[in-house]
């Protein structure tokens, strides 16, 4: 069964730095795309950033809301795919959750295209 597991958030203050991670087992991501997603309370879950499958990580998609302080990567020796994320602000907390999508194909910020998702870890952005 694949498995997806999110570590790495926690509490900052605004202007604040944290890096998750989306680690898998069972399997390899080297081709899947993966996507960060995020869910503040009463809201809808919404696309964060992605990585396409094919190229490494140099297809990547970001929501506007995050460009220019946000970065995806990943490290396939460590079958890890990271969400660094700078100059945190207090609209960026939530619950945060990676989740694998298409095979060997570009991806997009559209929840549908994702089928398999990590449990969420809770990102704090307060002062």
């Known amino acids: 069964q694949l498995q997806l597991v999110e570590s790495g958030g926690g509490l900052v203050q605004p202007g604040g730095s944290l890096r998750l991670s989306c680690a898998a087992s069972?399997?390899?991501?080297?081709?899947?795309?993966i996507g960060w997603f995020r869910q503040a309370p009463g809201k809808e879950r919404e696309g964060v950033s992605c990585v396409s499958g094919i190229g490494g990580s140099t297809h990547t998609n970001y929501v506007d809301s995050v460009k220019g302080r946000f970065t995806i990567s990943r490290d396939n020796a460590k079958n890890t795919i990271y969400l660094q994320m700078n100059s945190l602000e207090p609209d960026d907390t939530g619950v945060y959750y990676c989740?694998?999508?298409?095979?060997?194909?570009?991806?997009?910020?559209?929840?549908?295209?994702?089928?398999?998702w990590g449990q969420g870890t809770q990102v704090t952005v307060s002062s």
């Open positions: 069972r399997f390899t991501l080297d081709y899947y795309a």
């Open positions: 989740a694998l999508g298409p095979w060997k194909a570009m991806c997009a910020l559209t929840r549908a295209a994702f089928h398999t």
